[in-house]
T-cell receptor, first 112, second 111 residues
Framework: DAGVIQSPRHEVTEMGQEVTLRCKPI?????LFWYRQTMMRGLELLIY????????DSGMPEDRFSAKMPNASFSTLKIQPSEPRDSAVYFC??????????FGPGTRLTVT | GEDVEQSLFLSVREGDSSVINCTYT??????LYWYKQEPGAGLQLLTY?????DMKQDQRLTVLLNKKDKHLSLRIADTQTGDSAIYFC???????????FGTGTRLQVFP
């Protein structure tokens, strides 16, 4: 298996623009997690899905952030409108039964 | 509350053993994990231990769990320069599927 795939790897955008981050989990995994990593706040869980259903979105910063999982092999995290404070590395992770989470390589987002 | 703490830095000489420590606060943790993050990469799962175990060994890695003191440690034997990275411990709580991550310990290995 190729592991968790994220795209793009790097994204630079201007304040106010919409940003969409994509994730393909490992085949057969039933959990998908979105994290954000910054120097100041460390690794934060934003939202996670089980069998494509959002279970806990309490970590989503505000209404500008939304996440979807239309099927078992694809998820998106959207920021609209983006702000400079959203600059971070965003990770997607997947697992089977939530025991071992496998992380993707991350998307480094820079909002200018 | 849920809190996982780690020291920020550790520096060791190549060939020595490294011990990275972690403390957690929630006694309902079921599994405890160690992840490694190299520059520009995602987190790589190294090993994990079930909360009813005291020790787990996997090649150069030894995990020790003191549940009474809520203390977890990762020992890396014969540390190599390729072990230089940030190491995160994490706990999985009984009542949730979420992992609570520590702040990470940056391990620097010098020749």
């Amino acid at each position: 298996d190729a592991g968790v795939i994220q795209s793009p790897r790097h994204e630079v955008t201007e304040m106010g623009q919409e940003v969409t981050l994509r994730c393909k989990p490992i085949s057969g995994h039933d959990y998908l997690f979105w994290y954000r990593q910054t120097m100041m706040r460390g690794l934060e869980l934003l939202i996670y899905f089980n069998n494509n259903v959002p279970i806990d979105d309490s970590g989503m910063p505000e209404d500008r952030f939304s996440a979807k999982m239309p099927n078992a092999s694809f998820s998106t995290l959207k920021i609209q409108p983006s702000e400079p404070r959203d600059s971070a590395v965003y990770f997607c992770a997947s697992s089977f039964s939530a025991y071992e989470q496998y992380f993707g390589p991350g998307t480094r987002l820079t909002v200018t | 509350g849920e809190d996982v703490e780690q020291s920020l830095f550790l520096s060791v000489r190549e060939g020595d053993s490294s011990v990275i420590n972690c403390t957690y606060t929630d006694s309902s943790s079921t599994y405890l994990y160690w992840y490694k993050q190299e520059p520009g990469a995602g987190l790589q799962l190294l090993t994990y231990i079930f909360s009813n175990m005291d020790m787990k060994q996997d090649q150069r890695l030894t995990v020790l769990l003191n549940k009474k003191d809520k203390h977890l440690s990762l020992r890396i034997a014969d540390t190599q320069t390729g072990d230089s990275a940030i190491y995160f411990c994490a706990e999985r709580l009984r009542r949730t599927d979420k992992l609570i991550f520590g702040t990470g310990t940056r391990l620097q290995v010098f020749p």
